[in-house]
């Protein structure tokens, strides 16, 4: 579905690359040096150029000034896991307006969300930065199946089908010519396809990642399988507890991650079938608020979604998603890193809402400080995609990717929900700005 150009209207009209200063703000730097309390940070167009103690810092005469006594700037967080072509163009103002100013897409129309990212990256879209793999690799079997059900997603957009080790190198090969960030891998037909895409993959310099539920520990490390996706964990090769322990030491020492999507389970998988057609069934937002954001192209996904649920919550459902919990807490407590991501798309996944709810569950599940979590979100995302030289932490010649809050999140992890304004690619978003984005939202999926 195409915006109006009215759309794009409101969008423009909270553009501002003025020289920009934040003064008497407390910075949550997330570079292990904060909090530091009354700073002020200059921002020129989208770099930081200045920050130090609000004596000492000398204010242009040209610059906008926020007075932020009170209040608390953070980097602009990360959402390590969304599928963008699902979601629709309508949805990418979200995530802004949510401070999130990074995505992961995991898996979409190669085409698509590179005109996406160009248009932002150009200033004439508001969205976040973006990495993206292309479409997903599958099983040639899950793919025509998908085709046969005729789902609502364009698979042959977004998916491609690997039916045998033969052909994977060229498939890879095929998708690196195009510059995709990375390799996503959800089904296999067996495991010698799966090695061969993870062979090619490292060859080529793509980063492996993707669901492991039917992988071991042992081939994780033998793929150089990075990331893990969703709360089904590969099965772990250890039984004692030194076993165990070595296991974790692996994981840290070879850099891979974890993201649960706990989300995933906890606001949609769980949720009751009927409570989830009433809110699906709700245009104007009554039951749930957000529903309002949520465009006719993502609804026909979620309706789909409603009429694959049967009867009530399968107790299966509940174990796996608690034995997960207990593992994820293991990990966690040895220093595996976990990072957020929402799986935005999935019935219920609001975009760029729901990463403040990841948030809070990693507090809630997995035992996180406040500070753990937003670390998470920040500078451990940016670190994982490799663009910790420009984002994550709030220091000097970075971007101005930044979130201003009315209150401290390492005090309570749901503040990052409680934005004041932010700053994306330059331009500044108060409060009336991001409401100005949510209305154009709102206004461009009833079209």
């Given at each position: 579905?195409?915006?109006?150009?009215?759309?794009?209207?409101?969008?423009?009209?909270?553009?501002?690359?003025?020289?920009?200063?934040?003064?008497?703000?407390?910075?949550?730097?997330?570079?292990?040096?904060?909090?530091?309390?009354?700073?002020?940070?200059?921002?020129?167009?989208?770099?930081?150029?200045?920050?130090?103690?609000?004596?000492?810092?000398?204010?242009?005469?040209?610059?906008?000034?926020?007075?932020?006594?009170?209040?608390?700037?953070?980097?602009?967080?990360?959402?390590?896991?969304?599928?963008?072509?699902?979601?629709?163009?309508?949805?990418?103002?979200?995530?802004?307006?949510?401070?999130?100013?990074?995505?992961?897409?995991?898996?979409?129309?190669?085409?698509?969300?590179?005109?996406?990212?160009?248009?932002?990256?150009?200033?004439?879209?508001?969205?976040?930065?973006?990495?993206?793999?292309?479409?997903?690799?599958?099983?040639?079997?899950?793919?025509?199946?998908?085709k046969n059900e005729r789902v609502v997603e364009p698979v042959e957009r977004?998916?491609?089908?690997?039916?045998?080790?033969?052909?994977?190198?060229?498939?890879?090969?095929?998708?690196?010519?195009?510059?995709?960030?990375?390799?996503?891998?959800?089904?296999?037909?067996?495991?010698?396809?799966?090695?061969?895409?993870?062979?090619?993959?490292?060859?080529?310099?793509?980063?492996?990642?993707?669901?492991?539920?039917h992988l071991t520990s042992d081939d994780l490390f033998r793929a150089g399988?990075?990331?893990?996706?969703?709360?089904?964990?590969?099965?772990?090769?250890?039984?004692?507890?030194?076993?165990?322990?070595?296991?974790?030491?692996?994981?840290?020492?070879?850099?891979?991650?974890?993201?649960?999507?706990?989300?995933?389970?906890?606001?949609?998988?769980?949720?009751?079938?009927?409570?989830?057609?009433?809110?699906?069934?709700?245009?104007?937002?009554?039951?749930?608020?957000?529903?309002?954001?949520?465009?006719?192209?993502?609804?026909?996904?979620?309706?789909?979604?409603?009429?694959?649920?049967?009867?009530?919550?399968?107790?299966?459902?509940?174990?796996?998603?608690?034995?997960?919990?207990?593992?994820?807490?293991?990990?966690?407590?040895?220093?595996?890193?976990?990072?957020?991501?929402?799986?935005?798309?999935?019935?219920?996944?609001?975009?760029?809402?729901?990463?403040?709810?990841?948030?809070?569950?990693?507090?809630?599940?997995?035992?996180?400080?406040?500070?753990?979590?937003?670390?998470?979100?920040?500078?451990?995302?940016?670190?994982?995609?490799?663009?910790?030289?420009?984002?994550?932490?709030?220091?000097?010649?970075?971007?101005?990717?930044?979130?201003?809050?009315?209150?401290?999140?390492?005090?309570?992890?749901?503040?990052?929900?409680?934005?004041?304004?932010?700053?994306?690619?330059?331009?500044?978003?108060?409060?009336?700005?991001?409401?100005?984005?949510?209305?154009?939202?709102?206004?461009?999926?009833?079209?």
């Amino acid at each position: 579905m195409a915006i109006s150009a009215a759309f794009f209207l409101v969008m423009n009209s909270v553009a501002n690359s003025e020289l920009l200063v934040f003064r008497k703000v407390t910075v949550l730097p997330m570079t292990g040096k904060g909090p530091l309390e009354r700073q002020t940070v200059v921002v020129d167009a989208d770099r930081i150029v200045a920050i130090g103690p609000s004596n000492d810092v000398v204010v242009p005469d040209n610059a906008r000034i926020v007075e932020a006594a009170g209040k608390f700037l953070i980097p602009g967080l990360f959402d390590m896991h969304v599928h963008l072509s699902k979601i629709g163009e309508t949805a990418l103002p979200l995530f802004t307006a949510n401070g999130v100013s990074s995505v992961r897409d995991m898996g979409s129309d190669f085409d698509e969300v590179s005109m996406w990212r160009g248009e932002i990256e150009a200033g004439a879209r508001v969205g976040p930065r973006i990495k993206t793999p292309g479409p997903i690799f599958e099983s040639a079997t899950s793919v025509q199946r998908m085709k046969n059900e005729r789902v609502v997603e364009p698979v042959e957009r977004t998916r491609v089908p690997v039916p045998d080790a033969e052909s994977a190198p060229r498939i890879v090969e095929a998708l690196a010519a195009r510059r995709v960030d990375f390799i996503k891998i959800r089904t296999f037909a067996s495991k010698d396809v799966y090695f061969a895409v993870a062979e090619t993959a490292k060859r080529l310099g793509l980063p492996l990642v993707g669901h492991a539920d039917h992988l071991t520990s042992d081939d994780l490390f033998r793929a150089g399988h990075l990331s893990v996706e969703h709360a089904p964990l590969p099965r772990f090769v250890a039984t004692t507890d030194e076993e165990r322990k070595a296991l974790f030491e692996r994981f840290k020492s070879r850099g891979i991650v974890f993201v649960p999507t706990l989300v995933n389970a906890t606001e949609s998988f769980l949720v009751p079938a009927d409570r989830a057609e009433a809110i699906v069934n709700d245009p104007e937002g009554r039951i749930d608020f957000r529903r309002k954001y949520v465009s006719e192209h993502l609804l026909a996904d979620w309706r789909e979604q409603v009429g694959e649920r049967r009867g009530p919550i399968p107790d299966a459902l509940r174990r796996l998603f608690e034995d997960a919990q207990r593992k994820l807490r293991e990990l966690h407590e040895a220093g595996v890193r976990i990072l957020p991501g929402t799986d935005a798309a999935v019935l219920l996944n609001y975009p760029g809402f729901m990463l403040h709810i990841e948030l809070q569950r990693f507090v809630e599940l997995l035992g996180m400080t406040p500070e753990e979590a937003l670390l998470s979100a920040t500078r451990y995302s940016a670190e994982f995609l490799g663009v910790d030289d420009e984002v994550g932490t709030i220091e000097v010649g970075k971007r101005a990717d930044l979130v201003l809050l009315d209150a401290n999140p390492l005090e309570e992890i749901s503040r990052t929900n409680h934005i004041n304004a932010v700053v994306s690619r330059g331009r500044f978003y108060d409060k009336q700005g991001i409401e100005e984005l949510l209305k154009g939202v709102e206004e461009a999926v009833k079209q």
